[in-house]
Structures are given as C-alpha cells and as structure tokens.
C-alpha cells in the first residue's frame, strides 16, 4: 500500500442513502483531490483542495459534497445518488498544487448505486 | 482544452516480449509535462514515467521507455521484456506547466500472458 488509503473500498448505495467516502494521506503533503472513474472514460477530475481550500470544483453536481478538515483527511459525502454515479472514486495527493503533476493515489472506491 | 488520446483500448503481449503502447494529445503550449501512470487490478494507480516537453531526450525507467515526438505530438510507451506484473490499465496524462491539473486519456489495457 502507498501513503493514501481510502475507505471503504466497496459501497452499495440506495439512491435515498446518505454515505460518505474517506481519503487519508501519510505523505504530509498540502494538496488532495478526489477523481471519478467510469468504465472506458478518462478519469474526471471532480474536486481539488489545497491547504483544506477547495480551490477546484468541476461542475460537480451538488449531490457530491466534499470536505476537508485538515490536509490529510478528505471525504465526500453522498446524497441521493443516480445509478450513473456508479463508478470507482479515486483519491489522490500531491506535495502541494504546484507539484500536481505528481499525484499519488489511493486504490479507490468502488461504489455501485441502486 | 487539452485532450489526451489513447486509440488501442485493448492490447497483450507475449511474456519477455516488448510492447509499445499509443498517446497522441492535443495543446497549444509550448512547454508541459507527460505521464504514464500504471493502474493493476484492484491496486493503486502509480506513476511510471515522466516526460518533460523542453527535454529532447527521451525519458527511461528501467524496462520502460518513451519516445517522445513533441512536433507529432506523441508520446508512447514502450515496455521491454515484459512481465506478468506489467498486466495493468495504462493511462497516459498531460498536464501544465503553469497549470493544476492532470488530463487523461481513457486509458489502455495491456495484458501479458505467459
């Protein structure tokens, strides 16, 4: 495992459920971000956060709701999903947005929506 | 917008064989970065290579190589003497300079068989 874990690694979801995703980063570093990947698409980045800024938000809809308490812990709450969300959320980390080129990423969670 | 293209959804490869793998993409930048990042079933997206754009020199990490022609505006990799760990997705990004965030392709999935 690298330094960013994410849990849980798999979640079914109703479309009326309230859950969240958690990311962890051991690497000390300033930056997070939380990806969307489908099947046969490039991943889509949703939201960025630098220093527990959010300073991206990529037309997100507002059933995605993150949060970053501090730089190393990153959520995204969940509400009310549509199964086209079904997907695998990754979590990534970089040093700071300066260095965003170099990401290290979490294994994801494979989350499946009802 | 960039765009990053990655045309073979699908390849595989003899174990001990070489392989080379496709990205073309598209910028109006003059200077940027190149990645190749290695996702294995079920694990951690990883970066293999990096390329930056001003270097004429083609970046190598042990078995894994890139040439790189900046006025064709590709970028492929190419895996030598290939293992049965190298069954990954492989996606090629591309991303800024002066910017903050990473484009990716949709991704190739090379099997090795034994």
């Known amino acids: 495992e690298t330094g960013v874990t994410q849990t849980p690694r798999h979640l079914v979801m109703g479309m009326t459920n309230k859950k969240s995703l958690k990311c962890e980063q051991h690497?000390?570093?300033?930056?997070m971000y939380w990806y969307k990947q489908s099947a046969k698409k490039p991943l889509e980045l949703m939201f960025v956060?630098?220093?527990?800024?959010?300073?991206e938000n990529n037309s997100v809809p507002s059933r995605f709701s993150p949060e970053c308490p501090n730089s190393s812990h990153l959520f995204l709450h969940l509400h009310t999903l549509q199964p086209e969300d079904s997907a695998l959320y990754l979590c990534a980390s970089s040093q700071d947005r300066a260095h965003y080129y170099e990401q290290y990423f979490g294994p994801g969670t494979r989350l499946t929506v009802t | 917008a960039q765009t990053v293209t990655q045309s073979q959804p699908e390849m595989s490869v003899q174990e001990a064989e070489t392989v080379t793998l496709s990205c073309t993409y598209d910028t109006s930048e003059n200077n940027y970065y190149l990645f190749w990042y290695k996702q294995p079933p079920s694990r951690q997206m990883i970066l293999v290579i990096r390329?930056?754009?001003?270097?004429?020199q083609n970046a190598t990490e042990n078995r894994f190589s890139v040439n790189f022609q900046k006025a064709a505006k590709s970028f492929s990799l190419k895996i030598s003497d290939s293992q049965l760990g190298d069954t990954a997705m492989y996606f090629c990004?591309?991303?800024?300079?002066?910017?903050?965030?990473?484009?990716f392709g949709e991704g190739t999935q090379l099997t090795v068989n034994p």
């Open positions: 690497l000390g570093h300033n930056a």
């Open positions: 990004a591309f991303g800024e300079t002066s910017g903050s965030r990473l484009t």
């Open positions: 390329q930056e754009a001003y270097k004429q």
């Open positions: 956060y630098s220093l527990e800024e959010r300073v």
